[in-house]
């Protein structure tokens, strides 16, 4: 059986070609793979926050228990499933379901809760969404099709609440935010030492629009003041970051420096803080990490490689202080690095880091928490319909045009719909190996997985003709234009950099043609790589 996906695998880059109606095929079934999920939310949980996709029914915080943060820190009692899904409503072209899904939220959301939340979920999963959407409507509307009559700002005046809401976690000596906040009665101290890299600077992007829009300086400079304060406690002779952070002894709890879990949209946000918004420090910094990254964590699975030609990597966690290994997994958050690799115009790399996560998934049909290139086996099963792999999927196609990457999304799409799909929704894998369920389907597959999905097979859709969206880490709209780029009045000149010309931003018209190759890695390259997986052929 391996033998004969090797060769298929082969076939399908000799051939390349993806017919148009394959195409629109897959795009409608992905659209009814969101709808089954979606409709069934609302059908059998809104206004909670999530859908049991076994027992059909709801789920929100749980009250008789406030130490259970898997719970808590994503639910707050506040329709968090509607919300999260609204944008991807509107790019998959259902107008009225998405003025019908506005006036939900409008008329049933409220963040006057007795709820202990996480200010990063609640960050990129609610106020991103309430953003975007809030922009598709008053700003974007000829784009989408998305005006509504009558429409007052609403969205935005929730996103507003919740930012004054979470505005408490930055009350605290180093400007780094607290992990969480209690909605009605401002920060809270459960679990409240530390708080991990991702959790303080994957606010800027989101925090600073909510800024902009509102004209209100204080959330841009809360904001800046974590990302500085992090930028600080690097390592000055590796230039790593770790992973947690305890503000009570001023110390790193967990020294681990990565690119997945606890760390990953940091990175991301650095990035895209610069695209969005033009600060060249941003741009600074990042370029500073990508090159210790690539310096200390970028392994080879063959450690007698030959550097003239391709050969299969991986990144690994390493000691922030000393560069060296701290222990021998990758996470499947990782993936979202290949995006950042994108971005940073880095495709060749971009490439053949996704070939390891594709590999991945062809020998468990989904992408295991964490793997572990030392054994070459699962080391946490769990699958919780996580949209990193599928998000790179079809930023790699938006890069290259290489057919490859729509047999990817299509193997991604059948073995969700083989697998994950269950009574009411789609499940989170308790294992990748056994396949068995859990009855939870969370938010980030109807606002991501499906919407990448989507977007990699609808070839004509609005986003895919432009270069001047770029996505939150949560897969939330935002426009690169002028209105972002206008610097507040919070900084002096001298106090920051900022670039207001935005026709020389990366976007995937930028690669060079020559990017396209006549298959996205050698054949050789693949066999070392399922080799390294111990994936049998």
Not at 217 to 242: C, H, Q, S, Y
Not at 340 to 354: E, K, N, P, S, T
Not at 415 to 435: D, M, R
Not at 481 to 491: I, N, Q, V, W
Request: hydrophobic share 40%; proline share 3%.
């Amino acid at each position: 059986m391996y033998y004969w996906v090797f060769l298929h695998l082969l076939l399908m880059c000799f051939t390349l070609q993806f017919p148009n109606d394959r195409s629109q095929n897959l795009m409608m079934k992905v659209k009814e793979m969101f709808y089954f999920g979606f409709d069934n939310y609302m059908k059998h949980a809104f206004p909670l926050d999530e859908l049991n996709p076994h027992d059909c029914n709801g789920r929100g915080p749980d009250y008789n228990n406030p130490d259970n943060i898997n719970i808590n820190d994503v639910l707050g009692n506040f329709s968090l499933g509607l919300v999260d899904s609204l944008d991807t409503l509107a790019i998959m072209g259902d107008i009225e379901y998405f003025r019908k899904s506005v006036d939900h939220v409008i008329n049933a959301v409220s963040f006057d809760q007795e709820s202990t939340v996480q200010v990063f979920e609640s960050t990129i999963r609610m106020l991103g969404s309430l953003l975007s959407s809030h922009l598709l409507i008053s700003e974007w509307s000829e784009i989408f099709n998305t005006t509504i009559e009558n429409y007052d700002n609403e969205l935005l005046s929730l996103a507003h609440d919740l930012g004054v809401r979470l505005l408490p976690a930055f009350d605290t000596a180093l400007g780094i935010p607290s992990p969480r906040v209690h909605l009605r009665n401002g920060k809270s101290e459960l679990f409240s030492e530390s708080t991990c890299t991702a959790g303080i600077g994957t606010l800027i992007l989101e925090f600073k629009m909510l800024g902009r829009l509102i004209g209100d300086p204080t959330f841009e400079i809360v904001a800046e003041r974590a990302m500085d304060k992090l930028w600080e406690l690097r390592d000055k002779n590796t230039g790593l970051i770790g992973n947690v952070y305890n503000t009570k002894i001023n110390a790193w709890d967990d020294p681990m420096s990565g690119i997945g879990a606890g760390i990953d949209s940091y990175y991301e946000y650095l990035l895209k803080s610069y695209i969005l918004f033009g600060n060249e420090q941003d741009l600074s910094r990042f370029d500073s990490f990508y090159r210790s990254i690539s310096k200390y964590n970028k392994r080879y699975f063959d450690t007698d490689t030959n550097l003239d030609v391709d050969n299969p990597f991986y990144f690994a966690n390493v000691n922030m202080n000393t560069g060296k290994i701290q222990n021998h997994w990758i996470d499947s958050l990782s993936a979202a690095f290949i995006g950042v690799q994108i971005l940073h115009g880095d495709i060749h790399d971009a490439v053949l880091h996704h070939a390891l996560f594709y590999g991945l998934w062809l020998k468990y049909d989904a992408l295991p928490e964490r793997f572990n290139w030392n054994l070459r086996k699962c080391e946490y099963a769990l699958y919780p319909l996580r949209p990193e792999f599928a998000e790179a999927t079809y930023l790699l196609y938006q890069a290259t045009h290489h057919p490859f990457y729509l047999f990817v999304g299509e193997k991604i799409y059948e073995s969700i719909e083989l697998y994950n799909k269950a009574k009411c929704g789609y499940a989170t894998l308790n294992s990748v190996i056994s396949k068995k369920q859990e009855d939870r389907m969370e938010s980030f597959f109807l606002s991501e997985t499906c919407k990448y999905l989507y977007l990699l097979f609808d070839v004509t859709n609005p986003i895919n003709k432009r270069s001047d969206f770029i996505f939150t880490t949560e897969g939330h709209l935002m426009k690169v234009d002028s209105f972002a780029r206008e610097k507040m009045t919070l900084f002096s000149d001298d106090d920051q950099s900022y670039s207001t010309n935005i026709s020389h931003l990366y976007s995937c018209e930028s690669f060079p043609k020559n990017r396209h190759m006549d298959q996205p890695f050698s054949d050789e390259f693949w066999r070392k790589l399922l080799r390294s997986i111990d994936f049998e052929f």
